[in-house]
């Protein structure tokens, strides 16, 4: 088969590798139709990410029909089309049935990282019973991709970490895949106001096309003090993973506010905790856990989120490489999620 090899920081390949089997009765291995880049495989790509190895296939999300099962599953079999979760819950340790699946013992995020992923022909999927989703048949697989990643952290670091709620301000710093993904979630919720804060006019449009009341591409707290009367925001995400970004959050969070981290830190930020400690607010970050994809997955079905909408560019498998190209000038490519399809 073909895989979309790391070969060390700067270096991939498409290239020929052995198709995956099964390696424990609680295994399937699973054909892609559908995959994505992420913003975590570039970083992998730059060497932030010292656990991938040379020869690790990457990937971490996607679509496809099940090839084979072990003899210890039970929910999917041959020919289901499923949904692959980016984490691997084995469901039976004490972290799993806390549902806290992010730091499962024998999985969490593992595709892409610690075992072989999905930007490839074929995958296994360890624990499969609690770590793929069959797809119900009138859910689209461009917008079932979404599910995989970007819509579960989104929710669940963003929207529910958050706490947002009904008639809330809400700022979101950062309108990439998962800034977009936080402000369709949050929208579950009912604020008031979503306010997108980002340098790229496109994104910021992209955003607005996505429900945003306001969007904000100069100077952020400035602007927010002003559109909330110097009272600052119920709930601020951070969506990006850099220290400024954060600390716009902390500037411009009110008083029993909340700040939801979503962004991937590669260093320390400055925390002020001497402005924050008389403020009452709450801090929360986190791994997604992807326990809320089936309910995610109901609302797709219905139609109640535009998914696919997030999808700007369109390549075959077999063009991932200049996918990556594209996804790696984002800003000028106009770029958000790429979608890659083997059918």
């Avoid at 979101?172 to 919720?189: D, E, K, Q």
């Avoid at 326990?291 to 999808?311: F, H, K, Q, W, Y």
Wanted: hydrophobic share 40%; with cysteine; glycine share 12%.
């Amino acid at each position: 088969m073909k895989a979309l090899v790391y070969h060390g920081p700067g270096k991939r390949s498409w290239e020929e590798k052995s198709r995956p089997e099964l390696e424990k009765p609680t295994d399937a291995v699973v054909r892609l139709t559908h995959t994505t880049i992420c913003g975590t495989d570039l970083h992998i790509l730059k060497g932030d990410v010292p656990a991938v190895e040379d020869g690790r296939t990457l990937g971490h999300e996607g679509v496809g029909v099940v090839e084979s099962v072990g003899e210890g599953v039970a929910n999917v079999r041959p020919g289901d089309r499923v949904l692959i979760s980016c984490i691997t819950s084995c469901g039976r340790c004490d972290y799993c049935k806390r549902g806290i699946y992010a730091h499962c013992r024998d999985g969490g995020w593992i595709l892409g990282h610690l075992i072989d992923g999905t930007q490839a022909e074929y995958v296994r999927i360890p624990h499969a019973d609690n770590s793929l989703y069959p797809l119900p048949e009138g859910l689209d697989s461009e917008a079932a991709v979404m599910l995989s990643d970007i819509l579960p952290t989104g929710h669940e670091i963003g929207a529910l970490n958050g706490e947002v709620g009904l008639g809330d301000t809400v700022a979101i710093v950062g309108s990439g895949p998962i800034g977009l993904a936080a402000l369709l979630t949050a929208r579950f919720y009912s604020p008031a106001r979503i306010i997108m804060i980002d340098p790229d006019e496109n994104r910021l449009s992209m955003a607005r096309s996505l429900g945003a009341t306001d969007t904000i591409a100069g100077d952020a707290v400035d602007a927010v003090m002003k559109l909330t009367d110097g009272e600052g925001v119920d709930v601020a995400m951070e969506a990006v993973g850099i220290p400024e970004t954060f600390d716009v959050c902390q500037r411009i969070v009110r008083p029993g506010g909340h700040i939801a981290n979503i962004g991937v830190h590669g260093k320390s930020v400055e925390f002020r905790l001497e402005e924050l400690w008389i403020k009452n607010v709450t801090i929360r970050t986190g791994l997604v856990n992807t326990n809320t994809i089936p309910v995610l997955m109901r609302i797709l079905e219905s139609g109640g989120v535009d998914a696919a909408g997030l999808i700007t560019h369109r390549f075959g498998l077999d063009e991932i490489e200049a996918a990556y190209e594209a996804f790696s000038r984002a800003a000028e490519e106009k770029a958000v999620k790429m979608l890659l399809t083997a059918e």
